[in-house]
């Protein structure tokens, strides 16, 4: 087992990282402060994880409460069933949360820890690649509104992160690549050696070698721990995280919730933010290839949805929190392992980006 | 005009009391990050104070929300009211929001603030006494849930606060009231001169002699401000603020939202308190005596509804957030001025307090 500590001050917590972690309670058990706890699971997790979960726990009153999975249900009201169930099972401030899922039930766990009585702890068990890689570092937490992702949220730290690697050998190949895409954009960001080492060892990670996935999680957590260490509350640096996400949302939002995944959306949208870096000559056109090829390995897709215009990017765009004061901020390469946030790209650069890569992507389909 | 910071570091803030404030926009504009503004009101102080308070801040993109007026709107639907309201109109992370209205007004203003988009700035205009002397300090947000006062929501500091006390000349005198029984229960639990101060200047507060209610909620503002600087997230010694309030919102909750006001129903729990610190042996009968004379000056009730068993006490106290683990802290009296949390009162000791004080009453109804 690894364990890496986010470094937050006060708000520090540690990430464990393994394999067979689920049943390791000794893990959890001395972060809990009162005798209540939690579980917020999904349909979908509760008959694989929510037993072994639950047989060692049983000192607690114990409450679970089973979402139903998907990102459509990331949303207030769902979010209203979690404080229904805790008011009427009477737990009270110190009670603990436990998210045991992907992203959606971390971030709804998550926000509902920290509006439950103005705040009360949790703990994330992320069963997912992304989740393990994304939403377990950094204390984002929230549920989307029809008008945009994430728009209703808290920064709220966890107590501590169990990522078990054995969780994701129950994980769909379309899941664990879209978590692959987060993975290989930590190298895309911040890590040049990262990205050698993911090119090296895709394979093993596509069969699930528990080794290589130890890895891959460790070193993605190490890079975004990094990042928020410096930045919590995303008022500068922190921004790159979301290299790729703002095309993401875009397209995420035009296909509508859950038919994209996230991840699939974001390598989409990471394929984009590295050609316009080499459009505008910030990086060569050998990276956009080995960009494309890795991505294009795990089966994920890597040019926008056809139906999708010029017109409908900038008008995605703008709402997305990624807007400041009217002004878009796009993240960018200046090289391999190394993203700059920019305003510099003006309206109208990014029309004729736009109009460039929709063209050409229309014209590739014509021709196919 | 005066001027009192709440120190809490880097969330520190100042509030400026005085008459006339609300349209010295000076006071406000320096603390505004962005272009865009978005005032939160409700359909009653709408119509006597937004024009006056939009007329000084042209030079911003306003939005404004006018929410219905009552403690029963303060729910999750309408503060998605709110937030449908800022994406529709594509407000950003710089917008700021402004509270105009009472405790129900700030309370909601500031939690759409704490989330949206994560948390945005927001600045408090109280247009209540109570909202003055009591939300305007210390952070508190949020909504109210059906099995509960305030039990979903986060601690979010605003940018600055204006209590502007010519406003208070309209407000119903029963509200008037509910905002004394606030004030006067800063004197009980920090402050035995301004308990004398307040017997005294009763009268003067009634006729809403502008300096009096300057100083009066000056000093209550102090008081507070002292209580949470040192403990801003409620772990401790912030519970005394609290005084009264176990009491008072089983009643509140009892006869349901917005029956009894808030201030009200902290009287009668304040007599209550005292009552049980009395029967303790903790303070004399005469300082019980002084506070129900000084809470009946102000028409105020200090008696608990004649259909309130000892039962529904008993049961609507042990939901309320001040249970920790199982075990009721209470808020009670050493001598005036000087309230503690303690633990010591048994569920037995308690039971047998309720007995007393509803028997005597009963007793009282049959014999007046």
Chains 1, 2 share one sequence.
């Not at 069963?127 to 377990?136: E, F, K, P």
């Not at 995280?241 to 699939?264: D, P, R, S, V």
Request: charged share 20%; aromatic share 6%.
């Amino acid at each position: 087992m690894q364990t890496l500590t986010v470094d937050l001050g006060t708000r520090s917590y540690p990430i464990h990282i393994g394999s067979g972690l689920l049943t390791r309670m000794e893990w959890i058990v001395p972060h809990i402060r009162g005798h209540q706890i939690a579980i917020i699971t999904n349909e979908t997790v509760a008959p694989l994880y929510l037993e072994s979960l639950k047989q060692n726990l049983t000192d607690f009153q114990l409450t679970e409460v089973i979402l139903p999975d998907g990102e459509q249900y990331k949303t207030l009201d769902e979010l209203n069933r979690i404080f229904d169930r805790l008011l009427e099972q009477r737990h009270n401030r110190t009670t603990t949360l436990i998210a045991l899922g992907g992203g959606v039930v971390g971030d709804m766990c998550g926000f509902a820890a920290a509006c439950y009585q103005r705040g009360v702890d949790f703990i994330q068990i992320p069963t997912t690649l992304l989740a393990q890689v994304d939403s377990s570092v950094g204390g984002k937490t929230g549920v989307n509104h029809p008008r945009g992702k994430n728009m209703i949220g808290a920064f709220h730290q966890p107590l501590c992160v169990l990522a078990d690697v054995n969780v994701l050998s129950t994980l769909p190949d379309r899941e664990l690549a879209a978590g692959l895409a987060e993975v290989i954009k930590y190298g895309l960001i911040t890590d040049a050696p990262f990205f050698d080492w993911l090119e090296q060892n895709i394979d093993k990670l596509l069969a699930r070698d528990e080794q290589a996935l130890t890895e891959a999680v460790l070193r993605s957590c190490q890079n975004k721990a990094q990042v928020v260490a410096g930045d919590e509350k995303e008022h500068g640096r922190r921004a790159i995280l979301n290299f790729g996400h703002t095309f993401g949302h875009a397209i995420e939002t035009h296909q509508g919730y859950g038919n994209w995944l996230h991840g699939e959306a974001v390598a989409t949208g990471m394929v984009m933010a590295v050609d316009l870096s080499v459009r505008l000559g910030w990086v060569q056109p050998e990276l956009r290839e080995r960009t494309r090829a890795l991505l294009q390995q795990c089966a994920l897709p890597v040019t926008p949805p056809g139906d999708m215009t010029q017109e409908s990017f900038l008008a995605l765009m703008s709402i997305d929190k990624k807007v400041v004061s009217g002004q878009l901020r796009l993240v960018l390469l200046k090289r391999l392992g190394q993203a700059v946030v920019t305003s510099e790209i003006t309206q109208e650069r990014l029309e004729e980006f736009l109009h460039m890569v929709l063209t050409e992507l229309s014209h590739q389909l014509q021709t196919s």
